[in-house]
């Protein structure tokens, strides 16, 4: 979503005359994105806007601007705080920015913000549906940074996939923090799937994606669209957490270790070669060895093809920072992540080992020391070695060396595969 953000932003200031710069010694204007989901973050985020401070020292008139997650409600506490920064805006509050770019005599355009505005095409790119959250999880500071859930009309964002798409984009990516809740606030309250099949519809996109779902959300429906629509991607993201239903109640997530369960066994019912990719919290308050243990069991057990893990970081303002001590010492946190990370190393390898000798489609987005690389359907990372440019093609990749992070092959033909990974 930062990503998202960051370059509508980024276009909408190139409308503007901007260009971007090298450095930020180099700019005439500051933008920082923020993100403080983890303690790690924030910390960079302050690192950061101190760093910008001595830039400003040098050039005192050098407009700096914040926005993302760091800007909570309590912007004239910020003013104070860091009397440097020009604005604070919070994400996605882009008549703010437009408001403070006219005082400053600014030629704005009355161009949608919310649509494409990017001059350069890209293979790929980041499309919001909704925007905020309703679940208050405990350790979650989204919904009060973010706000409630809002979602964007069904048909503004066909328009803007469809300027995408004529721009010379093949793939979307829907956002959401809960992209299961898409619509339910809508007059007419489609749903994710009702925009999957309008999307369908527009020539010339290939792929679709979305995320993230919510286990206790995610519904059949959803399940069925994406068996009949060949154009969204077998590649589900399913944050799990945690593997213990105490831990889970804890975290306020709305379901169970044996629901989460049963709704794997649907997708997978369905959707046999479908590519599943989850989040794990490690060390939230009072989660002891053995719950920790399940959480390992459950991933052995259903063997995701990606893992996120991350250790637990108390976020003020979140119900956990309000009720639970942050208890689990930090080196046993380290470990076990360090654990996780171990063991989807070799899950990942064992499943990505799998694919030798076979062609998976690619949609290729660059080149990196000396290689193309793309993402195929089930999200892997693929690098193979072409004179041609084929940057922005879909190709046809035979797979020959795989590891636990990303495949290596052989590019066959330019033209869409009819086998899907």
Known sequence: MNKAESQRIAAYLELLGYQLAPAPQNADLIILNTCVVRQSAEDKVLGTISYLKGIKNGNPHLPILVTGCFVNSKVEQLERRFPHIDLFFKPGDYPEL????????????????????????????????????????????????RGREKSRPLMNIVHEVSR???????????????????????????????????????????????????????SQKLIKTIVSLDK??????????????DILRAMRRGYTIEQYWQLVSTIRNYIPEVALSTDAIVGFPGETDGQFEQTLALLSEIRFDTVHVAAYSPRPGTIASRKYQDNVPPEIKKERLNKIEALQAKIAAEINSRLRGRIVEVLVEGKKRGKWYGRARSNKLVFFENDDDCSGQLVNVTINTTSPWALQGEIKSKRLSKNKE
Not at 102 to 121: C, E, F, M, W, Y
């Open 98 to 145: 437009l408001n403070w770019a006219q005082k400053r005599g600014i030629a704005v355009s009355k161009t949608d913000i919310n649509l494409p505005l990017t001059k350069h095409a890209t293979p790929d790119a980041f499309v919001p549906i909704i925007q905020g959250c309703n679940n208050f999880c405990s350790y979650c500071i989204v919904p009060y940074r």
């Open 164 to 218: 995408l798409v004529k721009c010379g984009t093949k793939e979307v990516t829907l956002l959401g923090q809960n992209v299961n809740s898409y619509g339910h606030d809508l007059p007419s309250q489609p749903d994710l799937s009702d925009l999957l099949a309008e999307l369908y519809n527009i020539d010339g996109l290939a792929r679709i994606r979305f995320l993230t779902n919510h286990p206790k959300d995610m």
């Open 232 to 245: 969204v991607c077998e590649h589900i993201s399913l944050p799990f957490q945690a593997g213990d239903n």
